[in-house]
């Protein structure tokens, strides 16, 4: 199996699970395959879970020996591995958002670095990112380019939207974007970058799968089973670092004078340290590393909390 690209903090990332031959991991967003490459020399074998057929049909093609590929989001891996009577795991990771490979394609939408249809859909299935602009209120568009892009000019960019529909191409948001704020061929950094990551974000639920794969994660890990998890932005990184703390006892108390009245559930997790980033050299060899986030953590053997509990908000 080719190997187009090296995912980020990929030592870091198998040094925090930790794999051994005989033991079992879930890669769950499996890509180009990367991770799952790196843990099966370990000798352990690979659950791996994706929800874009394009990257499903290539790890089926190269015929991986320890590898089971499942078309799936990866919020579904409970079920799914239920299905198969693969049982609790060893270690699970998880590297959120956009695929280099998915970005790379012109024709998969989520990029304006080339024109392409405006699709931005992982599964390649639901809502495009075209009939989100074309068929959204202006309000709603607004709302999800503040939330989800941190865009101060969300409704400029949002007006520009509804005024120009409808909406077929990459090439055509990204103008409309740049015409609205008076964009600069000069300037640093493209302002259509914060709308086209807020909307993909939309058109994928990604926030939402996150939480809801945490909380899969956190079923289906063994007792001392690792998690390693890499975001991109800074959304994705707090909804991470809130949900371990809050599932390894850190949630501060409502007073610092008063102990908490309530006492939550028994630690389903121990934090095994902060927050890694990419050093010079992985930054310098591969730009997208820069924003890159890992965290781990090591479940302990008390239950899985309850759904409602340390839930996150996610919805427009």
């Known amino acids: 199996m080719s190997a187009p690209h090296v995912p980020v903090l990929m030592t870091e990332v198998v040094a925090a699970l930790a794999p051994a031959s005989g033991e079992v991991m879930v890669d769950a967003t499996f890509g180009a395959g990367g991770y799952t490459r790196a843990i099966l020399t370990s000798g352990a074998r690979v659950i791996a879970f994706d929800r874009d057929p394009d990257a499903i049909a290539a790890g089926e093609a190269a015929a991986i020996d320890g590898l089971t590929l499942i078309h799936a989001d990866f919020s ?9 009577g693969a049982g609790p795991v060893d270690g699970v990771t998880m590297d959120i958002g956009v695929s280099s490979m998915q970005l790379d394609q012109a024709d998969r939408g989520f990029s304006f670095q080339s024109d392409g249809p405006l699709d931005m859909r992982m599964a390649q299935a639901g809502m495009s990112a075209a ?10 568009i607004a709302d999800v380019i503040y939330r989800y892009g941190d865009e101060p000019k969300s409704r400029r ?55 809801d794969g945490l909380a899969a994660a956190e079923r289906v890990l063994k007792p001392g089973g690792r998690l390693a998890v890499v975001t991109f932005h800074s959304l994705e990184d707090r909804m991470v670092k809130r949900f371990l703390r809050d599932r390894s006892g850190g949630a501060p108390s409502a007073s610092r004078h008063l102990p908490q009245a309530i006492q939550g559930p028994a630690p ?15 930054v310098a060899a591969n730009p997208r590393a820069r924003s890159a986030t890992l965290r781990t953590a090591r479940r302990t053997a008390a239950p899985a909390w309850q759904d409602d509990l340390g839930h996150v908000e996610v919805s427009v």
Do not use: W
Not at 165 to 194: F, M, N, Q, W
């Open 157 to 211: 960019i949002a007006r520009a939207i509804v005024a120009a529909r409808p909406l077929t191409r990459t090439g055509e948001l990204a103008s409309i974007v740049r015409r609205a704020l008076g964009y600069k061929p000069h300037d640093k950094k493209d302002p259509a970058t914060r709308t086209f990551q807020a909307i993909r974000i939309h058109v994928n639920r990604e926030l939402g799968e996150l939480a």
């Open 131 to 140: 009939e989100f602009c074309n068929e959204a209120d202006e309000a709603l």
């Open 76 to 84: 579904a891996m409970e079920s799914a591995l239920d299905g198969i």
């Open 268 to 282: 389903s997790f121990e934090l095994v340290g902060r927050g890694v980033r990419a050093g010079e050299a992985e």
